[in-house]
């Protein structure tokens, strides 16, 4: 009997996506809903899909954004890519960039993932950007940079920088 992808691809991603689309809106429905929707494009697309995890996680992210495009009384808060640990986002996307996996598919969701995180830092203001990339991604300590870079101390530079 013939495999059908559409299939293993449900069996496969359905929690994990469910997990990450419940993350990013309100409700369970909702997130039923957009799941549904993007297993149904994906049906009418798998023969043209080449990395099943990656097009999944796209379409899902497409799927949330129309549906906050949609609803006006939706919280900024709501569009963060990544949400608090306690909703289980942060850990999809460690678990995603620690992943000792080498296949195409889980390649490419971890160049989704640090673009998206790359966008996100470029949209930084300047001073703002720099600060981060200094003391999240180089490990410069918040006091060197104070009495560096901006010759303030370490209180008035977390005044403005929050």
């Given at each position: 009997?013939?495999?059908?992808?559409?299939?293993?691809?449900?069996?496969?991603?359905?929690?994990?996506?469910?997990?990450?689309?419940?993350?990013?809106?309100?409700?369970?429905?909702?997130?039923?809903?957009?799941?549904?929707?993007?297993?149904?494009?994906?049906?009418?697309?798998?023969?043209?899909?080449?990395?099943?995890?990656?097009?999944?996680?796209?379409?899902?992210?497409?799927?949330?954004?129309?549906?906050?495009?949609?609803?006006?009384?939706?919280?900024?808060?709501?569009?963060?890519?990544?949400?608090?640990?306690?909703?289980?986002?942060?850990?999809?996307?460690?678990?995603?960039?620690?992943?000792?996996?080498?296949?195409?598919?889980?390649?490419?969701?971890?160049?989704?993932?640090?673009?998206?995180?790359?966008?996100?830092?470029?949209?930084?203001?300047?001073?703002?950007?720099?600060?981060?990339?200094?003391?999240?991604?180089?490990?410069?300590?918040?006091?060197?940079?104070?009495?560096?870079?901006?010759k303030?101390?370490?209180?008035?530079?977390f005044?403005?920088?929050?």
């Amino acid at each position: 009997m013939p495999k059908n992808p559409v299939a293993e691809a449900f069996t496969a991603y359905r929690e994990r996506l469910l997990k990450f689309i419940r993350s990013r809106v309100r409700g369970l429905e909702d997130a039923e809903d957009i799941l549904q929707d993007v297993f149904y494009r994906f049906a009418q697309a798998e023969d043209t899909v080449e990395q099943t995890a990656a097009w999944l996680y796209r379409a899902a992210r497409n799927r949330i954004i129309d549906r906050y495009r949609k609803k006006e009384d939706i919280p900024f808060s709501a569009l963060a890519l990544i949400e608090d640990a306690e909703t289980g986002a942060l850990a999809d996307i460690m678990d995603i960039l620690a992943s000792d996996e080498r296949t195409p598919e889980t390649q490419a969701l971890r160049t989704l993932v640090l673009d998206e995180i790359a966008s996100a830092i470029d949209e930084l203001p300047p001073s703002q950007r720099e600060v981060f990339i200094q003391t999240e991604l180089l490990n410069v300590p918040v006091s060197f940079i104070c009495e560096n870079a901006y010759k303030i101390c370490t209180r008035t530079f977390f005044d403005c920088y929050s």
